[in-house]
């Protein structure tokens, strides 16, 4: 463990030495603030605005869950299942992956942007009999990570499977989060959060901003990279 930390230590080092990560750090955290902002504006202009609800194939045509009985598990997967993968993507390249954190955080900047851009074009209205939890009302300002008609496409699908790809490479990881993106599509159907297409289209629009970011940022991701392999190296460690 003390191992792993020395090497953690050098890598961080090594890498805030490095000007191209640096200022690649810079622009993803300023980028990823800049998004929080723009979202938040995004969302409270969404819940501003007079809105009706529309019909949904799938939502018109299944059995409405009782959710007197299951309320406690759909609930809990709903709002504690997205700060999991909030905290999870904060502190996972931090500690096991520092080159790939200026490529994480434009990542998920570009996902909140895109998505803060779509919720603003057309105004429709949270699904009939939408499940609001009494909880969410008492969310802070900028603290709020729900709201009303931030709908497409869903955060909710859209975000773990976006982790997932971040760390493909890593098998569990990749699965657990491939899986927990299903778990909420699921969740935020039964529960009346989302439309059908805010939930299928998301698996799209993540995929392709995932592909777009990694594109562009390759060549940065290979020399960071390259930085941590040396480390290695050095110290013999891998």
């Known amino acids: 463990m003390i191992t792993y930390f020395i090497k953690l230590w050098h890598q961080w080092k090594?890498?805030?030495?490095?000007?191209?990560?640096?200022?690649?750090?810079?622009?993803?955290?300023?980028?990823?603030?800049?998004?929080?902002?723009?979202?938040?504006?995004?969302?409270?202009?969404?819940?501003?605005?007079?809105?009706?609800?529309?019909?949904?194939?799938?939502?018109?045509?299944?059995?409405?869950?009782?959710?007197?009985?299951?309320?406690?598990?759909?609930?809990?997967?709903?709002?504690?299942?997205i700060y999991f993968v909030v905290l999870f993507v904060t502190f996972y390249p931090i500690l096991f992956k520092p080159e790939?954190?200026?490529?994480?955080?434009?990542?998920?900047?570009?996902?909140?942007?895109?998505?803060?851009?779509?919720?603003?074009?057309?105004?429709?209205?949270?699904?009939?009999?939408?499940?609001?939890?009494?909880?969410?009302?008492?969310?802070?300002?900028?603290?709020?990570?729900?709201?009303?008609?931030?709908?497409?496409?869903?955060g909710h699908t859209g975000f773990p499977f976006l982790v997932a790809l971040l760390f493909w490479d890593k098998l569990i990881i990749r699965w657990?989060?491939?899986?927990?993106?299903?778990?909420?599509g699921c969740t935020v159907l039964l529960m009346r959060v989302h439309y059908s297409i805010d939930v299928f289209s998301a698996y799209f629009i993540t995929y392709s901003i995932y592909v777009v970011s990694d594109k562009i940022f390759n060549n940065l991701n290979l020399s960071f990279k390259k930085i941590v392999i040396q480390i290695e190296e050095r110290m013999g460690i891998k």
């Open 176 to 184: 657990f989060f491939v899986i927990m993106s299903i778990l909420q």
């Open 100 to 154: 790939r954190v200026p490529f994480t955080a434009k990542t998920i900047a570009a996902f909140i942007l895109i998505r803060a851009f779509f919720i603003s074009l057309t105004h429709i209205g949270a699904p009939v009999d939408y499940f609001r939890l009494p909880q969410l009302e008492d969310q802070p300002g900028v603290f709020k990570f729900f709201y009303m008609n931030d709908l497409f496409f869903s």
């Open 14 to 81: 090594e890498l805030l030495y490095d000007s191209k990560f640096k200022w690649s750090l810079f622009a993803g955290i300023s980028l990823l603030c800049i998004a929080f902002y723009i979202n938040f504006r995004a969302a409270l202009y969404t819940d501003s605005i007079p809105v009706i609800s529309v019909g949904d194939v799938i939502l018109d045509f299944t059995r409405k869950f009782d959710l007197s009985h299951l309320e406690g598990l759909l609930s809990g997967i709903f709002t504690f299942g």
